[in-house]
């Protein structure tokens, strides 16, 4: 099983600032089998990356994706308000699904 | 509107069953691969399950093999999760979400990730 690590566990940003998240996987992970995920409290999860780079559809375009192999990063470049959330990465491998733990983004 | 809507989760004493449902609309339900994913109180997302449209493949995650059956009635936009042998860890919110397999262009490839999840219904484990 591919073990996904999220870092750092917490954000502590301010609105206008830029958020670097890291996801890295245990082993060599196929950029085509990589997404990120938003969650905000008391909702649904919402897709906001897939394949490592490319947006889902009506995400604005200061999410960005990237990465390959076993180390992948999401950048929100300038962060809105509506943007203070849990980030998660997934992937897909062998039939089966994992999440990295989360990284929650903070109002500083 | 592509909507999934979660019920049938509830109170459970440990040992017991409960059976949860997803009810899907706004697109074609069966060509879809859907998954169940969980989250426990004040915790990360973990996948429990995925199913093929035609209900011929299916796979678990460990914690739950043997003890969990997924299932589909694609006349009905229905998904299904039938949970035996509860235990206190089982003790979430489960969603369900829509797989997307789609193409990457000028490859062979194929992305994957879900694409719409359900709000989730709520199962608690407990005496």
């Known amino acids: 099983e591919i073990v996904l690590t999220q870092s750092p566990g917490t954000l502590s940003l301010s609105p206008g600032e830029r958020a670097t998240l890291s996801c890295r996987a245990s082993?060599?992970?196929?950029?085509?089998?990589l997404a990120w995920y938003q969650q905000k409290p008391g909702q649904a999860p919402r897709l906001l990356i897939y394949g490592a780079a490319s947006r889902a559809t009506g995400i604005p375009d200061r999410f960005s994706g990237s990465g390959s192999g076993t180390d992948f990063t999401l950048t929100i470049s300038r962060l809105e308000p509506e943007d203070f959330a849990v980030y998660y990465c997934?992937?897909?491998?062998?039939?089966?699904?994992?999440f990295g733990q989360g990284t929650k983004v903070e109002i500083k | 509107e592509v909507r999934l809507v979660e019920s049938g989760g509830g109170l459970v004493q440990p040992g017991g069953s409960l059976r949860l449902s997803c009810a899907a609309s706004?697109?074609?339900?069966?060509?879809?691969?859907m998954s169940w994913v969980r989250q426990s109180p004040g915790k990360g997302l973990e996948w429990v399950a995925n199913?093929?449209?035609?209900?011929?493949?299916?796979n678990y995650v460990d914690s739950v093999k043997g003890r969990f059956t997924i299932s589909r009635d694609n006349a009905k936009n229905s998904l299904y999760l039938q949970m035996d042998s509860l235990r206190a860890e089982d003790t979430a919110v489960y969603h369900c979400a829509r797989v997307r397999i789609v193409g990457v262009t000028t490859t062979t490839e194929y992305y994957y990730y879900m694409d719409v999840w359900g709000k989730g219904t709520t199962v608690t484990v407990s005496s």
């Open positions: 199913l093929k449209g035609d209900g011929s493949e299916k």
């Open positions: 997934q992937q897909y491998g062998n039939s089966l699904w994992t």
């Open positions: 082993q060599s992970v196929s950029s085509s089998y």
């Open positions: 706004g697109f074609t339900f069966s060509p879809y691969w």
